[in-house]
């Protein structure tokens, strides 16, 4: 801050000062991030209940990627020796992928889907965000969650309440009386070529069990999935809700 009091002010210092300053900021927040992840971390080990064929193989330490840069964790080992797999509790609780921060990770995915490749997102990762990382890095990860995230995608179908044969989908239109400063400029159907009324639309999606005595359609008793319903045509529906 001194050698930028000391000089003219122009664009190269202002973001060299930016730039120094948020690499300054980073490392007390990295130091709290990790001192509360290793709390936390603490915890769910202490709460963690031993199964059937588990057996404690003592803690180990992991070098855990943040936002804010890099902190050691220290947390439990259990192994199976029946299954011949072992896992860490903490990791879990905390939301880990691999050896990164939820919040790392997501902002890793993000460029990664979003470049068109992988040492561009390192290059973007670095410049706004300052996170080193390596393209080798980001592409592992994106390939890790993005198995998870297609299979999640791909899981059948579940049931939420019975099936329901008929959908009505419905959709109108009429004139709203306004004030005239709120129609000014709208073309109506006047002598003068002004309008007295502004052209609201409405839309109405509901599901059908049954008639009624007169062979109406009675709505569905579940009014939540009429507004579940109700949401897959939004995007339909909506740019003509405002009229």
Same mark, same amino acid.
């Given at each position: 801050?001194?050698?930028?009091?000391? /000089?003219?002010?122009?664009?190269?210092?202002?973001? @060299?000062? @930016?730039?120094?300053?948020?690499?300054?900021? *980073?490392?007390?927040? /990295?130091?709290? &991030?990790?001192?509360?992840?290793?709390?936390?971390?603490?915890?769910?080990?202490?709460?963690?209940?031993?199964?059937?064929? @588990?057996?404690?193989?003592?803690?180990?330490?992991?070098?855990?990627?943040?936002?804010?840069? *890099?902190?050691?964790?220290?947390?439990?080992?259990?192994?199976?020796?029946?299954?011949?797999?072992?896992?860490?509790?903490?990791?879990?609780?905390?939301?880990?992928?691999?050896?990164?921060?939820?919040?790392? #990770?997501?902002?890793?995915?993000?460029?990664?889907?979003?470049?068109?490749?992988?040492?561009?997102?390192?290059?973007?990762?670095?410049?706004?965000?300052?996170? @080193?990382?390596?393209?080798?890095?980001?592409?592992?990860?994106?390939?890790?969650?993005?198995?998870?995230?297609? $299979?999640?995608?791909?899981?059948?179908?579940?049931?939420?309440?019975?099936?329901?044969?008929?959908?009505?989908?419905?959709?109108? #239109?009429?004139?709203?009386?306004?004030?005239?400063?709120?129609?000014?400029? &709208?073309?109506?159907?006047?002598?003068?070529?002004?309008?007295?009324? *502004?052209?609201?639309?409405?839309?109405? &999606?509901?599901?059908?069990?049954?008639?009624?005595?007169?062979?109406?359609?009675?709505?569905?008793?579940?009014?939540? /999935?009429?507004?579940?319903? #109700?949401?897959?045509?939004?995007? $339909?529906?909506?740019?003509?809700?405002?009229?």
């Amino acid at each position: 801050m001194a050698r930028f009091r000391e /000089n003219h002010p122009n664009g190269l210092k202002v973001q @060299e000062l @930016e730039t120094m300053l948020r690499s300054a900021i *980073s490392k007390p927040a /990295n130091v709290i &991030v990790g001192f509360l992840l290793q709390e936390a971390a603490d915890q769910a080990d202490g709460a963690y209940q031993l199964k059937m064929g @588990e057996e404690f193989k003592g803690r180990q330490t992991l070098m855990v990627d943040g936002i804010f840069g *890099s902190f050691p964790i220290e947390r439990d080992y259990y192994y199976h020796a029946g299954k011949k797999e072992g896992h860490y509790p903490a990791d879990a609780a905390l939301g880990l992928e691999g050896a990164c921060t939820p919040a790392l #990770a997501r902002l890793m995915c993000l460029e990664g889907a979003d470049e068109s490749s992988y040492q561009k997102a390192q290059r973007h990762l670095r410049e706004i965000g300052g996170i @080193e990382t390596s393209a080798r890095q980001i592409q592992r990860l994106v390939q890790k969650v993005g198995a998870a995230a297609q $299979c999640w995608q791909e899981r059948p179908a579940q049931s939420t309440g019975p099936q329901v044969p008929i959908m009505y989908v419905s959709g109108d #239109a009429t004139g709203l009386p306004m004030r005239k400063e709120e129609l000014e400029g &709208v073309v109506g159907k006047q002598e003068d070529g002004s309008a007295k009324t *502004s052209m609201i639309y409405g839309g109405c &999606v509901f599901t059908q069990t049954k008639t009624d005595q007169e062979n109406f359609p009675v709505t569905h008793p579940m009014g939540k /999935n009429d507004i579940v319903l #109700a949401g897959i045509f939004r995007q $339909c529906l909506q740019p003509y809700a405002t009229g």
